[in-house]
């Protein structure tokens, strides 16, 4: 015991340290949490507060993508998000500083913030103007 108020609670490094003839069924997390990037301190985080859910804008190496509250994220289809509309490829990547054609045939330009264009716009020095739909 590590303490009498957590009777029969073992604490890991008490488990790691005290296996009797290496016939214990601990395993030690630390080393496979640690190819995965996660520090004990953050494992540490995760135990005392719960796993939440991501929402809203996350980002990894490749781009962002948008989280709703149900876990959802938009994919392959136009969005608006707090009044701005984006555009997320078939992964869910939000489309930056590119043209796409869409299926109804016209061509949509999305800045690097992400954000639809309306009204003029120039770019690669040549100016064009879409409409309040985008196109």
């Known amino acids: 015991l590590d303490t009498d108020d957590l009777a029969g609670i073992k604490t890991h490094e008490y488990c790691t ?4 003839n290496n016939h214990s069924d601990h395993v030690d997390p630390y080393p496979y949490l640690a190819k995965w ?3 004990r301190e953050q494992f540490k ?3 005392e507060n ?10 990894n ?10 876990g959802s994220y938009p994919k392959d289809k136009f ?13 869910g990547y939000m489309l930056a500083d590119r043209w796409k054609k869409y299926t109804d ?6 800045d690097n913030s992400g954000e639809m264009a309306t009204g003029w716009k ?3 020095e040549k100016w064009y103007y879409f409409n309040e739909e985008g196109a």
């Open 79 to 91: 969005e608006k998000i707090n009044g701005t509309w984006y555009y997320f490829d078939g992964s």
């Open 105 to 110: 045939g016209n061509w949509y330009w999305f």
């Open 50 to 59: 719960g796993l939440r859910a991501a929402t809203g804008w996350q980002k």
């Open 122 to 124: 120039k770019i690669a």
């Open 45 to 47: 985080q995760d135990i």
């Open 61 to 70: 190496g490749t781009g962002y993508w948008y989280v709703h509250s149900d």
């Open 17 to 20: 340290n005290n296996q009797p």
């Open 37 to 39: 990037g996660i520090s």
